[in-house]
C-alpha cells in the first residue's frame, strides 16, 4: 500500500485501517456522532481557554482603567484646591483693596478740608 502513496506513512496507514475498523464493528453513524462528540468537546476547551485569556486581558485593562481614574480624580482634586487658594488670595486682595480705597478717600478728604 506504501508503494502506491509514497507521502503516507506507517503511522497514518494505521489511523486510517483504525477509522474503517470502528467504522466495521460500531457503524458509520456511530462514528460520526463519535466524532461530533470529540469535535464539539475540543471546541468547547478551546472557547474555555479564550475565555479565561479574554478575562485576564479585561482584568488587566480594568486595572489601568481604575489607576487611570485615580490619577484623574488625584489632578482633579489638585486643581480644586488650587482654585480654592485662588479664591482666597482673591477675596484678600480684593479685601486690601477696599482699605486701601478707604485710606485714598480719607487722604483725599483730609487734603480737600485742609485747603
Known amino acids: ?11 497514518s496507514i494505521m489511523e486510517v485501517e483504525t477509522y474503517i475498523g470502528l467504522i466495521e464493528r460500531i457503524g458509520l453513524p456511530a462514528v460520526i456522532i463519535a466524532a461530533c462528540m470529540w469535535y464539539i468537546w475540543k471546541s468547547q476547551l478551546a472557547h474555555r481557554e479564550e475565555i479565561k485569556e479574554w478575562n485576564h486581558k479585561d482584568s488587566k485593562s480594568d486595572e489601568r482603567l481604575i489607576d487611570l481614574i485615580k490619577e484623574q480624580n488625584s489632578q482633579s482634586e ?5 482654585l480654592n487658594n485662588l479664591t482666597v488670595a ?11 480705597a478707604m485710606e485714598i478717600k480719607g ?5 480737600i478740608r485742609s485747603r
Open 1 to 11: 500500500m506504501s508503494d502506491h502513496h509514497p507521502n503516507m506513512n506507517s503511522e
Open 78 to 82: 489638585m486643581v480644586a484646591s488650587a
Open 90 to 100: 482673591y477675596k484678600d486682595i480684593a479685601k486690601t483693596n477696599e482699605r486701601l
Open 107 to 111: 487722604m483725599a478728604e483730609a487734603i
